[in-house]
């Protein structure tokens, strides 16, 4: 891997553990585009594999599972590996999107993403395909989805965080399982409050009991 696309990776990696995701897509697709310009694979791959993280961190999860499986179909016709350093960043976000998808969604995801050649899935990384379209918040945080899609009008997002704080996570840890900002999961939990008519931590754990909105670990 050559020294620039090397820094600018670490850059993207940086931007994304700071919890940017936005921001550290597009430093991935600066990446994505020098490393299609030397033909290097492996940094192809490297890109491609970063901004199926920051796809899964902005919430884009489909998106995210395909570009993962992608990268696994070209890691076999290539033969290039990562490293125990790189597998332990990325396995978390692997993780999260394979939660989120399901067993099912999440296996016919990734084996679609494995029918792509090397030039579809660069395509497919920078088209805006599954990618969302909500104007990004001025703190680059992830947009608060406005979609009703559980009880009580919750979104996705909330009855993600509203499952996590009913296990006993504290904001910290469920910023940190979520990839968002601990400011961001109280946001959720006040909306969840003011929807729930609740107002304590308690009486949302409780809900979130009630209607089996726990997480399966």
């Not at 891997?1 to 990696?13: E, F, H």
């Not at 997002?157 to 961001?184: C, D, H, K």
């Amino acid at each position: 891997m050559g020294m620039l696309p090397r820094a600018l990776d670490n850059l993207g990696w940086a931007t994304l553990l700071g919890g940017k995701p936005a921001r550290a897509k597009a430093q991935f697709e600066e990446n994505l585009t020098l490393s299609k310009e030397l033909d290097d694979k492996a940094t192809i791959t490297m890109s491609l594999e970063g901004l199926a993280c920051a796809a899964g961190a902005n919430g884009e999860a489909l998106r995210a599972a395909k570009l993962f499986g992608a990268v696994e179909e070209l890691m076999e016709a290539t033969g290039y590996r990562l490293g125990p350093p790189e597998n332990a960043m990325i396995e978390p976000y692997r993780t999260s999107v394979r939660s989120r998808l399901g067993e099912a969604g999440w296996n016919e995801a990734l084996a679609e993403g494995r029918t792509m050649s090397i030039e579809a899935a660069i395509g497919y990384a920078f088209s805006e395909e599954g990618s969302s379209t909500a104007t990004p918040s001025t703190t680059s945080e992830q947009p608060l989805s406005s979609t009703p899609e559980h009880q009580a009008g919750l979104t996705s997002r909330e009855v993600e965080v509203l499952g996590l704080v009913a296990t006993g996570m504290t904001n910290p840890q469920v910023a940190q399982r979520l990839f968002i900002s601990p400011r961001t999961v109280q946001r959720h939990l006040n909306s969840v409050y003011r929807k729930l008519g609740v107002t304590t931590r308690a009486e949302a754990t409780s809900f979130a009991l009630e209607h089996g909105l726990t997480p399966s670990f």
